[in-house]
């Protein structure tokens, strides 16, 4: 059974903090996908990563930035320099091959950035 | 990105009705649709795997006969709650995978969801 796990249930940090949220994943399939979400207050769910289980490359989006690393099943997002719009809850998620394609979500990490 | 989106937005009803939530895909076919639900301050659960042409998997704990899915054609995918009880108040999301060759990178398209209140 595929399991996210994040820890952090809430993250309060002031402007221009940097903050990491953490993920951490239990999978048994070779290859499979991992996500991160954001999730305003609206409720949608705002894609910003996809990673496959064979790309460990870090990538870094702006102020955001990846750190994957299989050896630890972990797959942790940094925030640079947060915002006040930074501001939501954010989901880790874990998807398997073909034949099991819907996520498995964590928890949520609910960050509060202050001004 | 492909497009999912879900009508209504936001439903209030009285317990004991039934409500329809409609998730279409808009420029993309979806063979599969994912049904989620997400309790205030919650994670979201799959709830249904939906697919076209045939019955609906559920997940376990999730009553088919209460949350009835029908996935009529390729872009559409309808989830009715029977007899709305107010424990069934949630935030109801649905998700496609994309199709053909980008399937391979397992995309997911998720619509902006539908909230529905029972009272």
């Known amino acids: 059974a595929q399991k996210v796990t994040q820890a952090q249930t809430e993250i309060s940090v002031v402007e221009k903090e940097d903050v990491t949220l953490d993920c951490v994943y239990e999978?048994?399939?070779?290859?499979?996908?991992l996500f991160w979400y954001k999730q305003p207050p609206s409720g949608e769910l705002v894609f910003l990563i996809r990673?496959?289980?064979?790309?460990?490359q870090n990538e870094i989006s702006g102020r955001y930035s990846w750190n994957f690393q299989k050896s630890t099943s972990s797959f942790n997002f940094t925030i640079t320099a947060s915002q006040v719009v930074d501001s939501a809850v954010y989901f880790c998620a874990l998807s398997g091959e073909r034949g099991r394609r819907a996520l498995t979500f964590g928890s949520g990490t609910r960050l509060q950035v202050q001004p | 990105g492909a497009v999912v989106s879900q009508h209504p937005s936001w439903v209030i009803c009285k317990s004991g009705t039934s409500v329809k939530i409609e998730c279409r895909s808009l420029d993309f076919q979806a063979t599969t649709m994912f049904w989620y639900r997400q309790f205030p301050k919650q994670s979201l659960m799959l709830m249904a795997t939906?697919?076209?042409?045939?019955?609906?998997?559920?997940e376990q704990g999730v009553e088919k006969d209460k949350f009835l899915i029908n996935h009529a054609s390729l872009t559409l995918s309808t989830l009715t709650v029977t007899s709305a009880h107010p424990e069934d108040s949630s935030f109801y999301i649905c998700s496609a995978p994309s199709s053909g060759r980008a399937s391979s990178y397992n995309e997911q398209f998720f619509g902006p969801g539908t909230r529905l209140t029972v009272l």
């Open positions: 939906s697919n076209e042409g045939s019955k609906a998997t559920y």
């Open positions: 990673r496959n289980s064979f790309d460990e």
């Open positions: 999978t048994r399939d070779t290859t499979y996908y």
